[in-house]
């Protein structure tokens, strides 16, 4: 089955180097995820 999830992430050393990477956050709630991408693709049109 397949999932789909968001991930929120900090890259101290920058989004090249994973060595570092912090998750913040994880979800794999669909109303999330529809408000993220709502969201992201409000912001690119802005």
């Known amino acids: 089955m397949a999932v789909i999830e968001a991930v929120l992430s900090y890259y101290p050393k920058g989004i090249g180097d994973q060595s570092g990477q912090v998750?913040?956050?994880?979800?794999?709630?669909?109303?999330?995820?529809?408000?993220?991408?709502?969201h992201i693709i409000s912001e690119a049109m802005s």
């Open 23 to 38: 998750i913040i956050g994880k979800t794999e709630n669909i109303k999330m995820l529809r408000l993220l991408r709502d």
